[in-house]
């Protein structure tokens, strides 16, 4: 690794921002953990199983981190990567805004920036590969939207036009009329009218397209993280519910195949939304927007209250942490630290337990050896006299509507 790596990653770990340049280097931590993820991406990606899980913990025990771990180990493997974090621009319970902002996150294996512009490069209109798709469109989606999409991007040789079909299967929706317009200028011909395309019901169409395009490029699979899912419980019950459906679409994604999400909840969120909250209860007064939808609303919650928490890391889980930071902190100033790992993991005890305080506390102690050959009490050339005290709602119906 470059001195410049190195530095990036210190800077991320320093700032408490967790980063992905962080997580390709931490993936020794929670090994557990990690063997089920692989075991589930290898499935994703050599039989293009589908699937995903939901993982809590508490706060500041490393769930940002685990993400962006995954994230380089999906990378590793030639796996498309979407990573968004929930908000209230990034609603989990409005499926029509939280499609473009996947796409916008979504990286292509050895790409720095988002996009997946470079999928479409050297496909046109007479490949095999391109023809398979459109069939498809045209056979396998529920609506017939995408495969006039498809077909006009491929037909036009006008850019502007490429550029607006292209921006709808990124999530900027063009109206079925524009694209009808679009077709029959290229075709002379009408397009075929079919259902009519309802963003709030027919966006699993776009994560099947994507899935099948993705797999037809070479890629080996397409894993979806989404972070801060707890913020679900700020949304109001209707949206809530409407949220844990949206979720059941990405963890079992029925025909996208080779698509494996993954949610990160707090720990919190089971005592405190699903039960004081009365998630069950409530889904009777939601029969006439949820009608039918009620098992799977009830499994998704009790996937959420069954799911694997993170555990603190053991001391020797922290131990290789604390070494890494130790190396990459020698590798960003060109010095080596008169501190060993076990010190430096001893020395972060005192700061509390929770893994995100302790990493920004060895950076502190470590910038502190550099500069001034001591930290607090700390003094680079007599450590082994020191010791170390522990311390003590969304307006649902209008999207429904889209």
């Known amino acids: ?39 589930a991406l290898d499935a994703a990606s050599e039989t293009h199983t589908a699937g995903g899980r939901i993982i809590t913990g508490k706060y500041g025990e490393g769930k940002s981190h685990l993400l962006n771990t995954v994230f380089a180990m999906a990378h590793r493997q030639n796996m498309v990567v979407s990573k968004v974090t929930l908000s209230k621009e990034t609603p989990m319970s409005g499926i029509a805004r939280l499609y473009p902002k996947i796409l916008q996150g979504t990286y292509l294996p050895g790409q720095v920036q988002p996009g997946i512009a470079d999928v479409f490069e050297g496909l046109s209109a007479n490949m095999q590969e391109v023809s398979s798709l459109l069939e498809y469109c045209l056979t396998q989606l529920e609506v017939n939207k995408l495969y006039y999409v498809l077909k006009s991007y491929f037909g036009t040789q006008d850019e502007e036009e490429k550029f607006l079909l292209r921006g709808d299967i990124e999530g900027d929706f063009m109206a079925p009329a524009a694209i009808r317009k679009i077709y029959r200028r290229i075709f002379n011909e009408p397009a075929v009218k079919g259902s009519n395309f309802v963003k709030s019901k027919h966006i699993p169409d776009y994560i099947a397209f994507l899935a099948r395009l993705f797999e037809g490029r070479g890629y080996g699979g397409w894993v979806i993280l989404f972070d801060e899912a707890e913020l679900i ?34 720990a919190s969120f089971a005592p405190d939304v699903i039960e004081a909250k009365h998630e069950y209860e409530n889904l009777d007064n939601n029969v006439s927007l949820f009608e039918g939808q009620r098992p799977r609303i009830e499994a998704i919650l009790s996937e959420i209250a069954t799911a694997h928490q993170l555990a603190p890391l053991n001391r020797g889980e922290v131990r290789e942490i604390m070494e890494k930071i130790r190396e990459h902190h020698a590798s960003s100033y060109d010095w080596q630290p008169q501190i060993d790992a076990e010190r430096l993991t001893l020395a972060t005890e005192k700061h509390g337990y929770l893994l995100r305080t302790r990493i920004r506390a060895a950076v502190e102690i470590l910038d502190q050896l550099y500069q001034y050959g001591e930290a607090g009490d ?25």
């Open 1 to 39: 690794m470059s001195d410049f790596q190195s530095r990036q990653i210190i800077e991320a770990l320093r700032s408490g921002i967790s980063s992905l340049d962080v997580g390709e280097y931490f993936s020794s931590a929670r090994p557990a953990v990690l063997s089920e993820i692989q075991s």
């Open 233 to 266: 419980g700020r949304l109001g019950r209707k949206s809530r519910h409407a949220a844990y459906l949206n979720m059941d679409m990405f963890l079992h994604p029925g025909k996208a195949s080779g698509v494996y999400s993954i949610f990160v909840f707090n």
């Open 378 to 402: 700390i003094r680079s050339g007599a450590l082994e006299q020191l010791t170390f005290e522990e311390d003590e709602d969304v307006d649902l119906e209008s999207f429904l509507q889209d």
